[in-house]
């Protein structure tokens, strides 16, 4: 059976844009995803980045929920160790209230900034860390499903609006330890590969040798895939620039929005930038729109993936919308 494929949107900051325009734009590509038929559209968490706008998914979710008509919404992911598990399940048991069936819950252990923006994210004199996930995590999946065990401290605490439905809860990881506890937990593992892509066959061997039935009955399996689609392959890898030249200042410790791909010349670079550049581009999908779409098809044959997520960025706004319907669903 072919994939579904949904987007995530990072709400990332073009060079001479600001964060609002970036937050607009997040905005009118999830109505765009809804029109297509996209499956789900998630957004981001990240903190005092220059390049990503998307600070609070939770916020931002109520909004491209109520702007959409069948879309499913959610988060690609809220960073829990920043947050009490109790806040968490609030905030999303309240999203499902107000559009029920429709509200997905994407979990990361990532800080989604540097250490910096954690410790001003921190209350109190103690700091969540990877080691406390997997405790924060029962507890959110306890207070998401009004099952926290008898001897619990706060088994008595009532995650309000309480109802019958929750939301759809996955883990979001690039590596073994976020795949076991998803599956732990029977819960859904969305496969980072547009940030590691290196790890896949081994994360999803534990998601799977770990998995028990509980929040599903059986193994369910994404792959976030970075992908550009344009009207010709020379234009695909030309705007695609954008995102390579990004990650080759990222991994230089430069924090940059990101660049227009015309406003430099590859061949001006030195020679190990360039080779850089092209392990980066190879680490992504980039083409004309079947070449693209067929080759996420045999990725998630290959993985076994029932969906793709599409992660999509360039500098130029209408591109990325173009790749976007270039890979859209038949109707």
């Known amino acids: 059976m072919a994939p579904v494929f949904s987007i995530l949107d990072q709400s990332p900051i073009r060079a001479g844009g600001t964060p609002a325009q970036a937050v607009a734009e997040t905005v009118e590509l999830a109505k765009l995803g809804d029109r297509l038929g996209y499956h789900r559209f998630w957004c981001a968490e990240h903190h005092a980045s220059a390049a990503f706008a998307g600070s609070a998914p939770e916020v931002l979710i109520s909004h491209l929920a ?4 069948r879309i499913r919404v959610g988060s690609g992911g809220v960073m829990l160790s920043h947050y009490a598990p109790l806040k968490v399940a609030e905030a999303f048991r309240m999203l499902e209230t107000l559009y029920p069936g429709r509200i997905d819950l994407g979990l990361g252990r990532a800080p989604g900034g540097d250490h ?6 921190r209350v109190g004199p103690q700091a969540y860390g990877p080691e406390v996930f ?40 690039s590596g073994g330890d976020s795949a076991a506890y998803a599956g732990a937990l029977g819960a859904g ?5 547009f940030i590691n892509p290196d790890n896949l066959r081994s994360a999803l061997e534990a998601y799977r040798r770990s998995f028990r039935p509980g ?26 620039r954008t995102r390579d030249l ?8 430069r924090d940059i929005p990101f660049p227009d791909p015309d406003s430099f010349d590859p061949a001006a670079l030195p020679e190990e930038a360039r080779r850089r550049l092209d392990l980066m581009a190879a680490r992504g999908i980039a083409g004309p729109g079947d070449e693209v779409r067929t080759r996420l098809h045999e990725m998630a044959e290959t993985a076994g993936a029932e969906e793709v997520m599409v992660v999509t960025i360039t500098h130029d706004f209408a591109a990325r919308c173009r790749s976007y319907e270039l890979l859209a669903p038949p109707a």
């Open 66 to 69: 109520a702007v959409t008509r």
């Open 116 to 121: 910096v923006a954690a410790a001003a994210l």
């Open 189 to 193: 593992f969305a496969y980072a590969h």
């Open 246 to 253: 990004w990650v080759l200042n990222l991994l230089a410790g």
């Open 134 to 173: 997997p405790e924060l995590l029962v507890d959110l999946c306890g207070f998401l499903r009004g099952s926290l065990a008898a001897g619990h401290p706060f088994a008595r605490v009532r995650a309000q609006p309480q109802g019958q439905g929750m939301p759809d809860l996955w883990l979001l990881g």
């Open 215 to 240: 929040l599903n009955d059986r193994p369910r399996v994404m792959l976030a895939v970075f992908a550009l689609a344009a009207d010709s392959a020379a234009e695909a890898r030309h705007l695609a």
